[in-house]
């Protein structure tokens, strides 16, 4: 009879590549917790909770962690609109060059993000932009259009024509059949292309590396106290957090678009 259990060699070699990937994950989670301050010593000596007292009173993470979540929140807002436009342009319209076009809108998650912050700090340069939170804005947009365009264009390929069509001959105007019709049906992939696209963006280091000017991110933040520390366990700490804020709307996305109709996140 044919059994439905995976060899043991296969089983093995995929708990082995899960403790690969996340348990680096753990072992931050581990040292925020000990009571050296300076290194990683394993086993630590000693588990404690007041890193998280300290973390909460210094004053040098919470400009960082504001920046971030007002860049991610603007960011994500330009990506669902102009993300949903695109998406709808290419998924109805028939133009000459629309699947260039549609090549030209995917390219940003595609290339590697230094070459990507190269040519934003180059253009920002020419263009007389000030580096600036516009400026990172503006960098993390250029990935986070795309994750909102990919779940919007999966659905709109699935939304029915003639169902538009019959809203406009009932007599409904553009703006009545969008907000009626098509807007509940794309809400849920909007919605997880919107998370995802949050949690990308919060998260991001390299892009933000070469728009971010003299401004600090999160990220950036943990970076420089990774190169020169003070308290170590205070960056683990900080790490928690970001884990939090982007494994948190990854997981909500997930099951929004677990049917596979949608592609959050295809690409990145």
Excluded at 83 to 90: E, N, V, Y
Aim: hydrophobic share 50%; with cysteine.
């Amino acid at each position: 009879m044919r059994s439905d259990r995976a060899p043991r060699g296969l089983t093995l070699a995929a708990i082995g590549g899960l403790l690969f990937l996340h348990l680096p994950i753990v072992l931050i989670f581990l040292y925020a917790f000990t009571t050296e301050e300076r290194t990683y010593q394993f086993p630590p000596p000693g588990l404690t909770l007041k890193w998280f007292g300290v973390a909460w009173s210094r004053a040098d993470i919470w400009p960082p962690l504001y920046l971030s979540l007002r860049v991610a929140a603007i960011s994500t807002t330009m990506a669902l609109v102009l993300g949903t436009f695109a998406a709808a342009a290419m998924s109805r319209a028939r133009f000459f060059g629309r699947d260039q076009m549609s090549l030209l809108i995917l390219l940003p998650i595609a290339l590697p993000g230094i070459i990507t912050g190269m040519s934003l700090r180059s253009a920002f340069s020419v263009m007389d932009i000030p580096f600036s939170t516009f400026s990172i804005v503006l960098g993390h947009a250029t990935f986070c259009i795309v994750i909102v365009y990919n779940n919007a264009v999966a659905r709109f390929r699935r939304l029915s024509g003639p169902l538009v069509e019959a809203s406009l001959d009932l007599g409904a105007n553009g703006f009545q059949t969008f907000w009626h019709v098509i807007l509940p049906n794309l809400g849920s992939a909007l919605l997880a292309g919107g998370m995802l696209a949050f949690a990308l963006s919060f998260d991001e280091v390299i892009v933000t590396t070469f728009t971010a000017g003299q401004q600090s991110t999160l990220p950036i933040w943990m970076l420089n106290e990774l190169v020169r520390p003070r308290q170590r366990p205070v960056t683990n700490v900080v790490a928690i957090v970001v884990f939090a804020a982007t494994f948190v709307p990854i997981l909500i996305a997930y099951y929004l678009t677990r049917t596979g109709h949608e592609t959050a996140g295809g690409g990145k």
